[in-house]
């Protein structure tokens, strides 16, 4: 398996511009994560999936930010409009569970984002 | 908000010396991960320790974990120019077990 896949690496963009990240999790894991990584925040929880269903987006900062997952293999983090403070490493991950000994979650290679 | 704190924030040894580094928790948890993010890269899972476990091996890392005290720490051994990389403790909420929260990491260097 290639683990997940992240596209794309590297995005950098104007204030105001749309940004939509990509991630293909691994085949067979039932959840999907969305995180976000700065220096001053560290690495956040922003929204996952069960079975491409969304469960918790609480970790959503604002309504800018928008996620789907419209098959188990495609989810999309999507940024309108964007603006500096969004300039992160946006990394996407997947897990087979989210609870027990199985909830190990592969991470991605991540997308930064840098917002002008 | 965060549910682990890692400690020290970094961390400094001569390759060959052993890093310890620990995690304090706030809520009763059913497991605890560590992971490990090196520079420019996603995390990658190192070993996971339930709740009802005390200390778990994986090769040079050692995890010992006491509830009574939420708090967990990770123990590499024999270091190496490799390990240099960010370490990350994460748990789950018994009252969520559906997500894990990462803390604010332990930055390690070996130097050669």
């Known amino acids: 398996d290639a683990g997940v896949i992240q596209s794309p690496r590297h995005e950098v963009t104007e204030m105001g511009q749309e940004v939509t990240l990509r991630c293909k999790p691994i085949s067979g894991h039932d959840y999907l994560f969305w995180y976000r990584q700065t220096m001053m925040r560290g690495l956040e929880l922003l929204i996952y999936?069960?079975?491409?269903?969304?469960?918790?987006d609480s970790g959503m900062p604002e309504d800018r930010f928008s996620a789907k997952m419209p098959n188990a293999s495609f989810s999309t983090l999507k940024i309108q409009p964007s603006e500096p403070r969004d300039s992160a490493v946006y990394f996407c991950?997947?897990?087979?569970?989210?609870?027990?000994?199985?909830?190990?979650?592969?991470f991605g290679p991540g997308t930064r984002l840098t917002v002008l | 908000s965060q549910q682990g704190e890692e400690d020290p924030q970094a961390l400094s040894i001569q390759e060959g010396e052993n890093a310890t580094m620990n995690c304090s928790y706030k809520t009763s948890i059913n497991n605890l991960q560590w992971y490990r993010q090196n520079s420019g890269r996603g995390l990658v899972h190192l070993i996971l320790?339930?709740?009802?476990?005390r200390e778990k091996h994986s090769g040079r890392l050692r995890v010992t974990l006491d509830t009574s005290k939420k708090s967990s720490s990770l123990l590499i051994t024999a270091s190496r120019a490799a390990d240099t990389a960010s370490y990350f403790c994460a748990t789950d909420a018994r009252s969520s077990a559906s997500k894990i929260i990462f803390g604010s990491g332990t930055r390690l260097s070996i130097r050669p």
């Open positions: 991950a997947s897990s087979l569970q989210a609870g027990g000994a199985r909830n190990e979650q592969f």
């Open positions: 320790i339930r709740s009802n476990e």
């Open positions: 999936f069960n079975n491409n269903v969304p469960i918790d």
